[in-house]
């Protein structure tokens, strides 16, 4: 989805708020909670065809806090034949 193609529908119409100035700090409506005091602002890519949404956390501090904090999901054993 970074390389401006989205991976549901195909589309290349899409739009990145990686720059929106509201999306850190104290009142940021576009954060999620690390933990009790601290927030990762979070960047939205969107596809305006299908409206599909991805989201990553760009700081790496916030990357490296997340992991020292939050529980790991371990990936399951991969050795099924990966159908749904
Ligand atoms: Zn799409």
Same mark, same amino acid.
């Given at each position: 989805?970074?390389?401006?193609?989205? #991976?549901?529908?195909? !589309? @290349?119409? %899409?739009?990145?708020? /990686?720059?929106?100035?509201?999306? @850190?700090? #104290?009142? $940021?409506?576009?954060?999620?909670? %690390?933990?009790?005091?601290?927030? $990762? #602002? /979070?960047?939205?890519? %969107?596809?305006?065809?299908?409206?599909?949404?991805?989201?990553?956390?760009?700081?790496? !501090? *916030?990357? *490296?806090?997340? $992991?020292?904090?939050?529980?790991? %999901?371990? #990936?399951? *054993?991969?050795?099924?034949? !990966?159908?749904?």
């Amino acid at each position: 989805m970074k390389n401006g193609n989205c #991976p549901k529908c195909g !589309s @290349g119409e %899409v739009y990145s708020g /990686i720059d929106l100035i509201l999306k @850190g700090g #104290p009142f $940021a409506s576009n954060s999620i909670p %690390v933990s009790l005091t601290s927030l $990762a #602002p /979070i960047d939205n890519y %969107v596809c305006v065809t299908c409206g599909y949404v991805e989201r990553y956390i760009s700081e790496r !501090s *916030k990357l *490296k806090e997340i $992991a020292r904090k939050w529980d790991r %999901v371990v #990936p399951e *054993k991969s050795d099924e034949p !990966s159908g749904e």
